[in-house]
């Protein structure tokens, strides 16, 4: 590209601006790798730098700051501005032309793209009241970070609505189409603000807890029987999806089932079960992994339900969708330890916060069974929510 020189004073010290023009932009897909690195640690300064800030950059590599300046300047995509020191010219400043064109040629991420598209994605609507919440904490984060976060949860939902289950391997997988996709900060912050078991996301293949008085017959893969005594366990067991689905029969009957949600809860009730009572883990909104598995022990094993969750909004929606397992089924269920009473009791409650202010709108508005019912006017009217560890 030829080069264009403005000078900009006529004595001492001259100073001047030179830069390539006409022509196309030089890709940077030759550089070589020092370079290149050299290039991106520029770019993340902005368009505009002093050039003594530049050249520390590179440290004792100086002739390699040298020799990317003078490559961006012939390539079209740095103007520099120099000033007149004895027989020759020194840089001054220089300017970046298009940075965010630069960043793209380079693979990197355009700031001022991403700002666009994260102010253009508008406020992505979420159902399930973890991924509302999780969405809401977007906002903080640099856009290009917000976004990738956006599309975790987005995939996640649709995981969700398709009821799958898996490894962790397996979702990545499934929202970028690589396992290893996802860096352990984003699977920190999934972690934090979802409960990936009960989105049937596991390290390992995901367990039916539970503990009933039942001697389970299932099928084996080569046509033989196998007996699994549920009750040889002063606590609980843990059955694959793949065990459950292979049952063809349920010695006993539990005298009701009892499904709690937080897990140090299940615990306990497990050890201190009633005789004749079923006790299952029930693993936040439950992933469609366990409403199989779920249904199939209810097709075996068939009894009532007791279920008992969080006394919050998200508590209540997830009792509803537990209940429709014992609907299509035919049996009853209902909710007795989510009573308002519960809540009104708890020695700790925590404000709702305005996700769970809409979710419990739309649960009261669609219609609710008396005791929850109940449990939702008690969450409206004192504005807190609480945990069931405070009573089970």
């Known amino acids: 590209m030829p080069e264009t020189i403005e000078l900009l004073g006529s004595g001492p010290p001259w100073r001047r601006r030179r830069r390539s023009v006409d022509g196309p932009r030089q890709a940077p897909?030759?550089?070589?790798?020092?370079?290149?690195?050299?290039?991106?640690?520029?770019?993340?300064?902005?368009?505009?730098?002093?050039?003594q800030t530049l050249a520390g950059d590179a440290g004792h590599a100086y002739p390699?700051?040298?020799?990317?300046?003078?490559?961006?300047?012939?390539?079209?995509?740095?103007?520099?501005?120099?000033?007149?020191?004895?027989?020759?010219?020194?840089?001054?400043?220089?300017e970046i032309v298009d940075p965010g064109a630069l960043r793209v040629a380079l693979g990197l991420s355009d700031p001022q793209a991403a700002r666009q598209a994260w102010e253009s994605a508008g406020h992505t609507h979420f159902v399930h009241p973890e991924l509302l919440a999780a969405a809401g904490t977007l906002a903080a984060l640099p856009p290009a970070?917000?976004?990738?976060?956006?599309?975790?949860?987005?995939?996640?939902?649709?995981?969700?609505?398709?009821?799958?289950?898996?490894?962790?391997?397996?979702?990545?997988?499934?929202a970028r189409g690589d396992t290893k996709s996802l860096s352990e900060a984003e699977w920190n912050w999934l972690a934090e603000h979802c409960d990936l078991a009960g989105f049937g996301i596991s390290g390992h293949t995901p367990l039916l807890l539970l503990a009933a008085p039942l001697l389970l017959h299932v099928q084996r893969a080569g046509g033989s029987e196998g007996r699994i005594a549920l009750d040889a366990a002063d606590d609980w067991i843990g059955l694959t999806p793949a065990t459950v689905a292979a049952?063809?029969?349920?010695?006993?009957?539990?005298?009701?089932?009892?499904?709690?949600?937080?897990?140090?809860?299940?615990?306990?009730?497990?050890?201190?079960?009633?005789?004749?009572?079923?006790?299952?883990?029930?693993?936040?909104?439950?992933?469609?992994?366990?409403?199989?598995?779920?249904?199939?022990l209810l097709a075996c094993a068939p009894a009532a339900a007791d279920i008992a969750c969080d006394p919050d909004p998200a508590g209540i929606a997830i009792a509803l969708e537990v209940g429709r397992i014992w609907q299509a089924a035919g049996l009853e269920w209902?909710?007795?330890?989510?009573?308002?009473?519960?809540?009104?009791?708890?020695?700790?409650?925590?404000?709702?916060?305005?996700?769970?202010?809409?979710?419990?709108?739309?649960?009261?508005?669609?219609?609710?069974?008396?005791?929850?019912?109940?449990?939702?006017?008690?969450?409206?009217?004192?504005?807190?929510?609480g945990e069931q560890e405070g009573y089970l």
Do not use: Y
């Open 247 to 296: 049952m063809v029969r349920a010695d006993g009957c539990p005298r009701c089932w009892r499904l709690i949600e937080n897990r140090s809860s299940f615990e306990r009730v497990a050890r201190q079960r009633a005789f004749g009572d079923g006790v299952v883990w029930l693993p936040g909104f439950p992933p469609g992994w366990w409403r199989t598995a779920m249904a199939r």
């Open 64 to 94: 390699l700051a040298q020799a990317l300046l003078e490559w961006l300047v012939q390539a079209g995509w740095a103007v520099v501005s120099e000033e007149r020191r004895g027989q020759g010219w020194w840089p001054q400043r220089v």
């Open 29 to 51: 897909d030759t550089l070589p790798a020092e370079r290149r690195e050299l290039l991106v640690r520029w770019l993340r300064r902005g368009g505009n730098s002093r050039w």
């Open 145 to 174: 970070r917000a976004l990738r976060r956006l599309s975790l949860l987005e995939q996640l939902a649709r995981w969700h609505a398709e009821e799958r289950s898996g490894t962790r391997r397996d979702f990545a997988w499934f």
């Open 334 to 385: 209902q909710a007795p330890e989510m009573a308002a009473e519960r809540l009104r009791n708890l020695p700790q409650r925590k404000p709702l916060t305005e996700g769970d202010r809409q979710q419990l709108a739309r649960l009261r508005a669609a219609g609710l069974p008396p005791t929850l019912a109940g449990l939702a006017a008690a969450l409206d009217e004192l504005g807190e929510k």
